[in-house]
């Protein structure tokens, strides 16, 4: 209550009394449009919910956020399995890096330079003050622009999906976007020249390639205006500082990052090439970084071979080999392993699933639902983990619980229909006591409204289709255009 309170006297003291309610109508419009962007995209955009990897991005996000000042949103941090060099942030405080831009950043203060402008961009509502000014089409149209971000095949429309091959902020919101979050590094401890250091170095190879340009300057183009200002900001001793190489952290989460986006010719030969000119001290790193690479590429043989030898070089590779070998087959263990690393991080949802579906092909299946249900709380937006968890409540006669997570993968799956059926069943067999009930309505509410905009938009695409047909469906030919006289 005293957030809100301190949020609504904020508004009040830069505004007029009759400003604030159309202020914070339209903040409450942004969440609405990031809640319905992250889920309509969820089924759509893949991304990576590695406990370590997500809770490193989160990390450096939460630590930045806490510099901003009151919010009227919760930010969210996610990681996109995309090798492209990207970052966007949604209204609402939905925030994605692209597994690529993680893979180039040298250092955490790169990162964290990158993230700050896109949570300026965020905290200073730029999107709705771009679509105030003419700029952008209206709130129906932003979902629109936004999803085609991710798949120009969800643009809700052919005006969203023109718009979002050319959405970029103005160069005053880039501008504060960069002054900005050049103050949320600051004051949150990272090196402030930091995002100047990357997006120079991106620029550089965007020149030697012009034809590779980062997906990131197509809403971020970095001009020679826009590389002034932030010298200006910086000051030329911070603008040419030196970058320092990235903590044991940084380099695990590289490694996990480019396990899951990168090919493997774009990734292990430069990971072979460390381990083969490691010295002595550099070598058990390096063993462990080439392990950790191949267990989230799914290389599970060279994984086990490299991680063993990191092992008795003295490093602590428990929750790979754990993972490792559990997808190899070999339980025991992986049991051993996954249970020392649990007990080290207990909020670990990839290590509690492991062991859930461990204990579901020994049997287990109240052992699996408890570990199951744990890590889907703990990061719930993993279509596979749900499914496991129906599985096993359902097997241990919890019906109704096992049709609500069934029809949460189905919602998570785009599948809204599928959804609706499975909460009936699970409406009709949970106790009147039961709190999912209360989620359920909800969610079916949002369902319907989207079945019903699903319809509209296919009534719609068919109608254009009629109309594009002449007298028993023969496409009608487009009429000749008239020859001007005099000419040839």
């Known amino acids: 209550m005293r957030r809100i309170l301190a949020i609504v006297l904020a508004a009040l003291m830069v505004a007029p009394p009759g400003v604030v309610p159309r202020a914070l109508a339209q903040v409450a ?5 990031g809640d319905e962007f992250l889920a309509k995209a969820l089924p759509h955009m893949p991304l990576i919910h590695d406990y370590e ?26 990681v996109v399995r995309d090798n492209e060099i990207n970052a966007f942030a949604v209204p609402g405080g939905k ?14 203060d790169q990162l964290a330079g990158v993230m700050g402008h896109e949570i300026a961009h965020a905290a200073a509502h730029h999107v709705v003050r771009q679509q105030q000014k003419g700029a952008a089409a209206g709130y129906a149209s932003l979902l629109g622009i936004f999803l085609a971000i991710i798949n120009p095949a969800l643009a809700l429309g052919a005006l969203a999906a023109g718009q979002a091959a050319q959405l970029r902020y103005q160069r005053d919101f880039e501008r504060e976007a960069d002054y900005l979050g050049i103050g949320y590094a600051r004051s949150a401890g990272y090196d402030p020249s ?13 020149q030697l390639n012009p034809t590779q340009m980062p997906a990131y300057f197509m809403s971020h183009p970095l001009t020679g205006e826009r590389l002034t200002n932030l010298e200006a900001v910086l000051g030329k001793t911070e603008w040419s500082s030196k970058a320092p190489a990235g903590s ?7 490694a996990i990052a480019r396990g899951y986006a990168q090919t493997r010719e774009q990734c292990v030969p430069e ?23 191949m267990t989230h590429g799914e290389d599970y043989e060279l994984a086990d071979q490299y991680l063993r030898d990191a092992e008795t070089a003295g490093r602590n590779v428990d929750r790979e080999l754990g993972r490792t070998e559990f997808r190899r087959g070999h339980l025991e263990e992986a049991k051993v392993r996954l249970g020392r690393a649990l007990a080290k991080t207990p909020d670990d949802w990839d290590v509690l699933a492991d062991l859930g579906n461990i204990d579901y092909q020994e049997g287990r299946y109240a ?8 890590s889907v709380h703990l990061e719930a937006y993993r279509a596979e983990v749900v499914q496991s968890l129906s599985r096993a409540l359902a097997k241990t006669g919890k019906e109704g619980a096992a049709y609500y997570w069934q029809g949460r993968f189905s919602q998570m799956q785009g599948d809204p229909s599928q959804a609706m059926v499975h909460f009936r069943h699970s409406m009709e067999l949970l ?27 296919k009534e719609q695409q068919q109608q254009e289709q009629r109309s594009r047909r002449g007298p028993g469906g023969i496409p009608q030919m487009p009429m000749p255009m008239p020859r001007s006289g005099g000419g040839r």
């Open 29 to 33: 419009e942004e969440k609405k449009l």
């Open 53 to 78: 990897l997500a809770g490193f991005v989160r990390e450096v996000g939460a630590r930045l956020v806490k510099t901003v000042g009151p919010q009227p949103f919760d930010y969210e941090f996610f």
């Open 95 to 108: 925030l994605f890096v692209n597994a690529g831009l993680i893979a180039r950043a040298d250092n955490e």
């Open 194 to 206: 930091a995002i100047a250091q990357i997006l120079k170095k991106l620029y550089a190879e965007q």
């Open 248 to 254: 044991d952290r940084m380099h695990r989460a590289q």
């Open 271 to 293: 990971y072979e090439r460390a381990l083969a000119n490691a010295t002595p001290a550099q070598r058990p790193e390096a063993l462990e970084l080439l392990g950790v690479l």
């Open 367 to 374: 052992d699996a639902a408890t570990k199951l249900d744990r």
């Open 431 to 457: 106790p009147e006591t039961d709190p999912l009930r209360e989620d359920i309505v909800k969610r079916s509410k949002d369902l319907g409204e989207e079945i019903k905009e699903e319809r509209a938009e």
